[in-house]
């Protein structure tokens, strides 16, 4: 842990830049929350700082080139130049540090490799990630069950634990890349590919699809929540339990009912009611989440109803059809889905 | 520096021949290229179909059944003996001997035409369709693949006959004839790992 | 090497005259379509791609445009995804290597004191081809059915599935085009640089340009047939239900991405490397010396050609190949560094030990080491198979490999316009405007692109068409786009200067830089035939080793000939009666295109099509002689 706190104080040092401009941290390797991530921050740093002085010692080069003085003597016509022995040994010395300056770089990429593949520990948490067009279905293996906890596009991680996050398509390939914890893992319909993640710092984090995967790549990203152990485990059992029927709230179970009765239940799931579609994003807990629609949109009450109304126009191309609504069942559903916490 | 360099005519290439034959004419080498050309395609259609096998658990795929050796054999080995007028053409092509080269190119036109009928009743034995599985792509790919090179040299071959029967022959067409017979060669020669492919390594692994 | 005395030919004006008249095209618009001349066919393929630089540009202003503020509305999705689509398909393959393919067409010849090229209706056919490919894709963007799916289409996205309508083929069949017309043009120039040499023009004694296209050519004969190949499985997945890249049926989808990038990384190094030819010779020149380390250059091109296909993996890091593999293909790319740092040491120890004159070619030359060399260092980066994962998909590639491809490659192009523009045109370029249009795009490139390097580190993935404004990318893509635009503004000024320099340049002269190879001793612009007699060459820099220049006469005055030399040693061997202007190959690139194009809506076309193809090849390879007096078929009177 302390080698991590050394670590916050690199970025300021490598790239100051997107500092001074406001950059956000919460989507970039330059910060690094994983042991995953934390390892190719050092790799970065350290191929920076051979690529730099390369590029410091070719420049250089360059310029003295450019700028200095000649004899007179040289006579000041073309020349069908006989090899310069003084160059051929500054082109010899020259490969040599390139050859060393690579084997370096091949080693310390070698070492970051294999720190990646060491890493499993023992106890491995099972997270079931399913890109789609465009949001990622998520699915947790129950706490010493065997069945599987769903919720779309926030992943809750315990820090300090290994979590081993199988990645696979329904559609096309995409890529699942959350860079403050780790690199980018595609995932290829076909292709069961894997990729483990271990926080070693709390918050939330952003990733975000990279692989271009059609009309709305831009809009699929994901939270995670990195949580300390007892928060995960609440978060958890909060996920697994399936929805009661609103009691008291007339304005709640008329939006239920119109879930389930109308469109929204041929598509989603909400456990423990009518509404068992499977095409889009489980919303059992849709408001617990930090935002909507794959990180279009911060979850508000606002946020859901604009987007039930009006998906086409928040995120054109969306699956989600426009379906059109009464205001008062708008209302209806709206308020039903805000109190799914 | 602007002015033109001045020259000085020391010599004259008058004297040289204005044709050559084999690797010394200007056109073998284009054929040449446009073989490597097509020999690349061939070559990585073969490593496709290699890594379609690698990653499949079964070739062919449980359900498909292999492909007949009836007239692929038959069509192998006449490829094979039409090795023999081809070289025979390409010596009377370098020799420069007019009506051999006619009647050669008659011969391989015919020999084409024969190969190109048994190439067709082969398809239909192929026993999978190209739409099956990948492993019936791939088989696709490369039979198809290798019967566009021998419809084309069969055309090429026939309109060669057409123009030598009605012209007389000149240096240049008896190398054309040449890079003809060479690319025979090479379509003879591409199939043989082709035909391994798909009639003997489905029935090995 | 012995020649006959002088044979009594005619008189040099003229032998110049009859050579003129013999070599000329056809007046007016038939000689337009029929001509088979090298330079008249480079210069079409040369204005072509800069109208598409200019389109593709355009793109790119509008993409900046939408990227400059979050959540602009200037380009939808559909928009964006177009325009990168169309950008990145006509920047790669449109322009990127047909330009160079087309500085080969001029330049090759007359670098080998020749006439023609070996197969001057090949290089007609291969630009008309060329014409169809440009067409497919733009013509189709003009009726709305652009390809949306990237330069690169990767299935299952491609499939009908996700993609129906003929998007996707459109973008499959604009490959096929340009693939077959950049393979006739390879066969062309290997076949020129290795048998028309002059005579005393060894493989040692070869200029490194040449050295460079031979090396090209080579890459794209063995590279390209994979792109073909991978876009004609995508073709026949889409239209007669193959299954090459369904998983569930056998297929498999990484295949397609082997084949993809068994081509593409090759294909950087086909555009980097003639670009290595161009810096040489533009270096050379305007450092009053001959390249130092030129063996070194020559091997090093070489190995850059060799190593390119080891490497394509490190484009598919991120697909989860297994880690041994990648670790090889980080050896192998990190492997190429060490040949691109000895060009660049040559490069640089030339200027450092002639007398540099800073003229506007040269200036590309500095453009070029300081912008390339930033390239190629953070290629470094992303051949790194575990750092890769953070870098690839990222702003931090885009910023890479335009630092590459338009540092490496534009910018030498610019340098090589500039050089050799006086020898096309035979006016000199304004020497004060070139200035201007350097410094603009030169500092509005660097200004535009190095930002997004810390772009891809903040976490920009690519290909988003817009961006949420609380993660903080919206000052670096404000400066990226205020960079382009500058950059745009540069690239104008530099066309604008080439079009008025053709009135108001001062007249070149043919040799205004003082050159060492051969072109140079043509007139500006050179006559059809290029030379009234051979040249004989006895060094890599016969203009400046040789005074007079020895000259041999002999090839073809009264019939269009081009002397064949042997492949080591460039012995003369004999003399080749060169193409006569043929409408053939037009008319065989229309059928051609008819066949492409049908195929996109049936398999059908591909029968049926390729009857008009042999037909019009037919005609154009039917020899002319006399008719048989003997055999069945002779000639009855």
Known sequence: MRRMVSRAVWPAVLLPLPLLCGCSSTQSPLFPAGQQAANLYDLLLLMSMVCGTIYVLVLGFLVLSLVRKRRASVAPNTVVAPPDKGLRHVLVVWSGFIIAALSVLVLGSFLADRGLARMQDAEVLDVRVNGHQWWWRIAYREPGGTSWIETANELHLPIDRTTRIQLVSGDVIHSFWVPNLAGKTDVVPGRNNSLDLTPRKTGWFRGQCAEYCGLQHAHMALDVKVDTAGEFAAWIARQKETAHPPTGDAVASRGLALIETGTCGLCHTIRGTAAQGRAGPDLTHIASRHSLAAGSLPMSRGALQGWIAQPQAVKPGTLMPFIPLEPADLNAIAHYLEQRQ | MATQKEVSVVGSLADLPDHANGARHLVWWGNLGFMLIEGTGFALAIAAYLYVLSHSSAWPPAGDALPDLGWSGVFTLGLLLSEIPNLWLLRQARAKKEQAVRIGILLMTVIGVGLTVIRLLEFGHLNVRWSADGYGSMVWLLMVLHTTHVFTELGETAVQALWLFTHEVGDNQFSDVEDTANYWTFVVLFWLPIYGLVYWMPRLS | ?637
């Open chain 3, 1 to 637: 090497m012995t020649f006959a005395l002088q044979s009594n030919e005619p008189k040099t004006s003229e032998r110049h005259a009859r050579l003129a008249q013999t070599w000329a095209d056809a007046p007016g618009i038939w000689g337009f379509l029929t001509t088979v001349d090298h330079k008249r066919i480079a210069a079409r393929y040369i204005l072509t791609t800069v109208v598409l630089l200019f389109a593709a540009g355009m793109l790119a202003l509008h993409m900046r445009l939408q990227l400059s503020f979050p959540e602009l509305k200037v380009l939808g999705p559909q928009g964006y995804n177009e325009a990168f689509s169309l950008h990145g398909s006509t920047m790669l393959f449109l322009v990127s290597v047909p330009v160079m393919e087309a500085m080969g067409i001029w330049l090759v010849p007359l670098m080998l004191g020749q006439r023609a090229l070996a197969f001057p209706r090949l290089a007609a056919f291969s630009f008309w081809l060329y014409v169809g490919g440009v067409m497919t894709l733009w013509v189709s963007h003009a009726l709305d059915i652009t390809p949306d799916l990237g330069w690169f289409e990767y299935p299952p996205l491609s499939g009908s599935a996700y993609s129906p309508g003929h998007r996707a083929d459109i973008w499959a069949q604009m490959i096929t085009f340009t693939e077959v017309a950049a393979l006739a043009a390879s066969v062309n120039m290997v076949a020129t640089i290795l048998k028309m040499r002059p005579p005393g023009m060894t493989l040692a004694r070869m200029p490194l340009f040449l050295w460079a296209m031979l090396v090209a050519s080579l890459m794209t004969i063995f590279a390209m047939p994979a792109v073909m190949l991978v876009t004609s499985m995508l073709i026949s997945d889409r239209l007669v239900s193959t299954v090459f890249f369904a998983p569930t049926q056998g297929g498999d989808i990484l295949l397609f991405q082997h084949l993809f990038w068994f081509f593409g990384h090759p294909e950087v190094y086909m555009i980097f490397i003639p670009a290595v030819g161009f810096i040489t010779a533009i270096v050379e020149t305007f450092s009053r010396r001959t390249i130092v380390g030129h063996t070194a250059m020559v091997l090093s091109v070489v190995a850059i050609g060799v190593l390119a296909f080891g490497l394509w993996v490190h484009h598919m890091f991120a697909v989860g190949l297994p880690k041994l593999g990648n670790s090889f293909f980080t050896a192998a790319s990190l492997a190429i560094a060490l040949p691109a740092g000895i060009q660049v040491f040559c490069w640089i120890a030339t200027i450092w030990s002639g007398r540099p004159q800073f003229y506007t070619p040269f200036l590309w030359v500095i453009g070029f080491i300081i912008t390339f060399v930033m390239g190629g260092l953070s290629g470094v980066m992303t051949a790194s198979a575990p750092l890769d994962l953070q870098l690839t998909d990222t702003y931090f590639v885009v910023a890479h490999f335009h630092y590459v491809l338009v540092g490496g490659a534009i910018f030498p192009l610019l340098g090589a316009f500039c050089y050799w523009y006086p020898k096309a045109t035979g006016r000199m370029m304004s020497e004060r405007w070139g200035w201007a249009s350097f410094l603009l795009i030169v500092g509005g490139f660097n200004l535009g692109f190095f930002p997004m390097h810390i772009l891809g580190l903040m976490g920009m993935p690519r290909r988003v068409y817009t961006y949420d404004p609380s993660l903080g990318w919206s000052t670096l893509n404000m400066v990226a786009t205020l960079g382009s635009a500058i950059a745009v503004l540069g690239g104008l000024i530099f066309v604008a200067n080439a079009f008025l320099s053709l009135w108001r340049g001062a007249p070149a002269g043919p040799d205004p830089w003082g050159g060492s190879t051969l072109e140079w001793a043509a007139s500006s612009p050179p006559p059809q035939h290029n030379f009234d007699y051979t040249p004989v060459v006895n060094s890599i820099a016969p203009l400046w080793s040789e005074d007079p220049l020895r000259m041999l006469d002999g090839v073809g005055v009264s019939r269009r000939e081009v002397l064949v030399s042997s492949l080591a040693e460039a012995h003369p061997e004999y003399r080749q009666k060169s193409a006569q202007p043929s409408i053939w190959p037009l008319l065989a690139a229309i059928a051609v295109s008819i066949m492409f194009i049908g195929s996109i809506f049936t398999p059908w076309a591909v029968v049926w099509g390729s009857l008009p193809i042999a037909g019009a090849l037919t005609a154009w390879f039917w020899p002319q002689r006399p008719r048989s007096k003997t055999g069945p078929l002779r000639v009855r009177v």
